[in-house]
C-alpha cells in the first residue's frame, strides 16, 4: 500500500505504541478502582455502582488482557481494596 492509497484516518500497525495502549488501558482500571473506592461529589451514583459491577465482568478481564495483567490477580487485589473500604 503507497502512501497516496492510505486513508488519512486509518492507523498502521507499525505507527501504534505499544507502551501507550498499556498505559490507555491501565487508565481505564485504575479509573474504574477510582470510582468504585473514591467517588468523588461529581460522581453519579449509578456510575459508582456500574463501576463496582465492573470489576470481574468480561469487559474487566479483556481490558487486563489489552493491558496486559493477570485478570485474577488484579481482581483479587481489587476485592481486598474493596474489603478495606468497607465496600463488601
Do not use: K, T
Not at 505499544?18 to 487508565?27: D, E, H, I, Q, V
Not at 479509573?31 to 459491577?53: F, N
Amino acid at each position: 500500500m503507497s502512501l497516496d492509497d492510505r486513508n488519512a484516518n486509518q492507523i498502521m500497525e507499525h505507527d501504534i505504541c505499544p507502551r501507550a495502549c498499556r498505559a490507555l488501558w491501565c487508565a481505564v482500571i485504575e479509573e474504574q478502582l477510582r470510582l468504585a473506592v473514591s467517588p468523588r461529589m461529581a460522581d453519579q451514583p449509578h456510575e459508582i455502582s456500574s463501576a463496582r459491577r465492573w470489576f470481574g465482568s468480561r469487559d474487566f478481564f479483556m481490558v487486563c488482557a489489552l493491558a496486559g495483567l493477570d485478570g485474577a490477580w488484579v481482581l483479587w487485589g481489587v476485592r481486598r481494596q474493596f474489603q478495606i473500604a468497607g465496600l463488601v
